[in-house]
Each structure stands twice: as C-alpha cells, then as structure tokens.
C-alpha cells in the first residue's frame, strides 16, 4: 500500500531526518547500502526511488510511531525558502521545563495524508499566508508578561463577563466542529486556551469560572486531536483538563475528563485501560448525567474487546436507560443520544468480527442520527465500508467507502480517512464489480494528492 504519492531523494531525505538517525544507520534500518542513502540525499530531487525501494519506505514510514511520521510530513510542508533550522519546527506538545516560548500553529500532514498541527515559535517566524499560520498554541509564560500585565490594565474595572464569553465560544466551536471538522476548529480552540492562560496570569476575571473554562476547553482540545488520531497531543491536553478538573473539585468536570481518556484508550485498542477509565468516570459522574451513559459506552466496548460479548450488550443497554432520562442540557453531552450508542455499538460489533450485526446497526444508527453531523456521518460510513468489505459485500463496501472518502477530504478527519486507507487495503483494485473502479480512482487521486510533488 503507498503511504507517499512519490519518493525523491527529498522525501527520503525527510524520512531519515524524522526517524533522527544518522546516514549509516538508517541505510540499515531501511535495509540499503549507506552508498545508496548518500546518492539520494546528493540527488534529492533528482532522483526517484526505483519501486522496491519506494515500497520499503512506505512499509517503514507506516509502522513508524506518531512522533516520526509527524516530523516527516511537517518537514515535507515546510515553506522552501525557509530551513527547519530557521523556523524550529516541532510537533505540538509541551517540553519538560517550558510551556515557556510563545508559538504559532502551522499546519502540516499526518500519516493519513491529511492536516494536522505543529507549533513554530513565534520569535523565528514572520507570520504569513504563505506559511500557512493558523493559530496560537498555550504559551505557559511562569510570570505575568507585559501583555499580560496589559490585559489586567485593560480589564481591571470592565464589567465584562469573560467566563460567558468562553462558555459561548466552546459551545459555537462544538458545532462547527460537528458540521466543518476538527481541521477547521482545532486552531480556534488553541487559541482560546492560550488567551485564557493569559487572563489567568494577569488576574482578569474570576479565577475559578477562568479555571473552568480552561478545563472545558482542554477536553475539547483533547477530542479534536483524538479525531486528527493525535494521540499524544489529545492524551496531553485530557491530563490537563483532569488536573484543572480535580483542583475545582467538581464532578461534572473530572467525570468529563475521565470520559474522554476512556474512548482515548478505546480508539488505541486498549481494552484494560478503556475499563477501568470508564469505571473511574461513571464513580465521579453524577448518576443520570449523560456523561454515565457515554462512560457505559466506552466500558461496553471495552468489554466486547476483552472478550465478554454478553456483559457488554448489558452495558449498552444501560447506558440507553440513562440517556431516557438523563438531563439534556446541551453544555453537558450534547452528542449523546441513542442513534450515537447504536453506532459505537456497531463499532464493537465491526471490531469483533460481527460485520452483518455491524453493518445492519450502522445504518439503522445513520438513519436516526442528528442530521447536523456531516462528520460523525463520514465516520459511521467509512466503518460501515470496511465492515461490509470484511463481510464480503464489495460493492457496498466501494460504495460506502467512496462517500465516507468524499466526506474525509472535505472535513480533515482522520478518523475517517484511516478507516477509507484500510478500506483501500482490502478492496482488490482489478476487481470489475460495480463501484469498485470509482472508488479505487478517487481514492489514487486523493493519495497522489496528499503527498507533496517534489518533482
């Protein structure tokens, strides 16, 4: 399977810089000749890897960690003109000592081929169209700075209601999120973390509703990585929500939080984790809170993946009884309903090997589901596709997989995208069945597109 439209020297190049081994040693962990990595390094551009080649590399870039194949599409997404070394780029996540510089948020591409964010200190970067600078991540300066002691100048007697500002702003960022994508939100919620770190340095507002704020906005930041499939980014940001979650000493918040480490842990295959994170959330959440069914959820697929199919249809069923007569306030869970519980449980049932059950709930949860989520629809489409390829039905397989694909480009979800890249893996391209060819050439088109043309 091609993970990289076309390998130069420069893409090879990029590789080896991201894995951050020396010549010698990645020529072995690649398996070729040292002499061989120097010529491509020497040629770059003008050299194309034979396909034996090309096709080591995207086995190696695939089974890379997140980490590397970050640093390999962003170094690929640089601006020319500029070195790495000049704009320091470097994945989004905090060092040990310093949330201290001040960054921009630029984009780069992820392993699906996609958009996802990198952080670029502001002090090496002139902000531009061409560079692509969409937002600010938290800046985590350890004293008040002279804009932050300016924003407490400014606010100091203004009867603004900055937590109401904030509570609006989530709740707007929600639903674009739902109709546009995480691609399009993320920046926006970055942003407001670092404005609100701001207001808390320099003393503006109340403290504690300030504090919650932040909470709601790091678990919102947690979820938008989760669906760029971020998983360290998504795991930093819910430990940070949990931390401002436990100093307030509020249920709502931390049963929040744990919620979403659950289906953290479920999305990364990690049944034990995902159980015992559920279990923790339904003690802290209060009992009809949707946030008890969502962690019922994620404890029944949790249970499905360690083998205990008959205690998490039980689960499931519970958490529907919740969501009967669970508070609808549309601050605490807006997305929970029961069409969203029929679709994660045909999510167990695909990851179980139950594709008939799955494909059947998939549509039955597709026509009941809030009709504002064009990207929850994507990833309800692209799992119907693959469940329906494993079921042996190829042409509704092609044919979901081609809309969930449509879906994909438009919103950025990688969740979408890598469920339509395993589709891709299944489906025999020289089949003659109906759909398959459009689907196959739709999908090359966007693949050949996701890589950046170094030619």
Not at 346 to 362: I, L, V
Not at 392 to 415: H, K
Not at 424 to 439: L, P, R, W
């Amino acid at each position: 399977m091609s993970i990289c439209a076309r390998w130069t020297g420069v893409e090879a190049k990029a590789f080896r810089e991201a894995t951050r081994l020396k010549q010698e040693a990645f020529a072995e962990y690649v398996g070729v000749a040292h002499d061989t990595v120097k010529k491509w390094e020497r040629r770059l551009g003008d050299i194309r890897l034979s396909s034996d080649y090309a096709a080591r590399m995207d086995e190696k870039l695939d089974a890379a960690d997140s980490a590397v194949t970050q640093r390999f599409w962003s170094l690929l997404q640089r601006p020319t003109s500029v070195s790495v070394d000049v704009l320091g780029l470097q994945p989004l996540r905090p060092t040990k000592d310093s949330e201290a510089d001040d960054y921009i948020v630029v984009s780069a591409r992820t392993l699906t081929g996609e958009v996802t964010l990198v952080a670029v200190p502001r002090r090496n970067f002139v902000l531009g169209i061409g560079a692509g600078a969409v937002g600010a991540a938290m800046s985590g300066v350890s004293g008040p700075s002279l804009a932050d002691k300016a924003l407490a100048g400014i606010y100091a007697n203004a009867a603004i209601d900055h937590v109401g500002h904030f509570d609006k702003l989530r709740m707007s960022l929600i639903e674009s999120d739902n109709v546009y994508g995480s691609a399009q939100t993320l920046p926006h919620v970055l942003s407001a973390l670092n404005l609100l770190e701001q207001l808390k340095r320099g003393g503006v507002g109340d403290a504690q509703g300030i504090l919650r704020m932040r909470a709601m906005f790091a678990e919102t930041a947690a979820w938008q990585y989760q669906d760029q499939r971020d998983f360290v980014n998504a795991e930093h940001w819910v430990a940070k929500a949990l931390q401002w979650s436990h100093q307030l000493a509020d249920d709502y918040y931390i049963g929040l939080s744990l919620v979403r480490m659950s289906q953290l842990a479920c999305d990364q295959g990690d049944a034990n984790e995902a159980e015992e994170l559920a279990n923790a959330a339904r003690r802290s959440a209060p009992d009809d809170s949707l946030f008890s069914a969502a962690a019922l959820t994620f404890r029944a697929h949790a249970l499905a993946l360690a083998g205990h199919s008959h205690r998490s249809a039980q689960t499931y069923d519970a958490a529907r009884k919740i969501v009967a007569r669970a508070d609808p306030d549309p601050k605490w869970g807006m997305f929970l309903d029961d069409s969203y519980i029929d679709a994660y449980q045909a999510h167990t049932y695909a990851e179980t090997g139950e594709y008939r059950r799955a494909t059947t709930q998939f549509a039955d949860a597709m026509a009941h589901m809030q009709p504002d989520y064009p990207r929850d629809k994507g990833v309800y489409l692209a799992r119907t596709a693959v469940a329906h390829m494993a079921a042996g039905d190829i042409e509704q397989a092609a044919s979901a997989g081609l809309q969930s694909l449509e879906i994909g480009i438009g919103t950025r979800s990688a969740r979408i995208l890598y469920a339509v890249r395993r589709l891709s893996g299944m489906i025999d391209a020289a089949s003659t069945q109906i759909g398959v060819a459009e689907f196959h050439d739709a999908f090359a088109t966007w693949e050949a597109e996701s890589c950046p043309d170094r030619m």
